[in-house]
């Protein structure tokens, strides 16, 4: 894919020409994200130092951007969630939304924390694998409707609240939240992964 498709329906915008809260934004991204982004594999911006994937459209909107980055951070820092059902609710939300970019971003964190090519498979198909079980199964079932839904029954509730808690609950709209953002910017951009 060339550089120029990258963008999807945005140009990729050239960091030469951003104004100065772009250029704010630009910064603590490279320095951040873009950064961890090229510790774990995943390209998060071109060769010539132009933003990819949702990185790219958040130059549309510093300030907005800047308090959903914060959101991440605090949301990602904070969570009482385990790493493995953080990222079943991430690759549940992504899947849903049919993100290319966060699932190829994804994809490899998964395999790491131990999940099997076709778990990762299926959620980011946006399913709930048959093979997750107990808290994981429970908490993913309940991610599931409520991405698909916008309700969770009550023995999805029940057993997901068993698994994780009340402020575990909370801790999973939050992190839905923060993807469903990123990922409805990147499904109305049509922001492609590299």
Same mark, same amino acid.
């Not at 059902?85 to 609710?89: D, E, F, G, N, Y």
């Not at 999940?115 to 980011?124: H, M, N």
């Given at each position: 894919m060339s550089a120029a498709d990258l963008g999807g329906r945005l140009p990729l915008a050239d960091p030469v020409h951003? =104004?100065?809260a772009q250029r704010d934004l630009y910064d603590h991204l490279m320095s951040t994200w873009v950064k961890f982004a090229d510790s774990i594999g995943v390209q998060a911006a071109t060769?010539?130092?132009r933003l990819i994937g949702p990185f790219n459209a958040l130059l549309l909107h510093p300030e907005l951007a800047t308090s959903i980055s914060d959101l991440q951070v605090a949301e990602s820092a904070g969570t009482t969630l385990s790493p493995r059902? !953080?990222?079943? /609710?991430i690759l549940l939300t992504g899947g849903v939304w049919r993100a290319d970019y966060e699932l190829y971003a994804q994809f490899g964190q998964a !395999? *790491?924390?131990g @999940?099997? *090519? *076709?778990?990762?498979?299926?959620?980011?198909a946006g399913e709930v694998p048959e093979s997750l079980v107990g808290d994981e199964h429970a908490v993913a079932e309940a991610a599931w409707q409520l991405a698909t839904k916008h309700r969770v029954?009550?023995?999805a509730y029940s057993a997901a609240v068993a698994a994780v808690g009340p *402020?575990?609950? @909370? =801790?999973?709209c939050m992190v839905m939240g923060v993807?469903? /953002?990123m990922c409805s910017l990147m499904a109305l951009f049509e922001v492609p992964a590299p």
């Open positions: 951003l =104004d100065p060769e010539d130092k059902i !953080r990222q079943i /609710a !395999r *790491e924390l @999940f099997s *090519e *076709e778990e990762v498979i299926r959620l980011c029954d009550d023995d *402020e575990g609950l @909370f =801790d999973l993807y469903h /953002a």
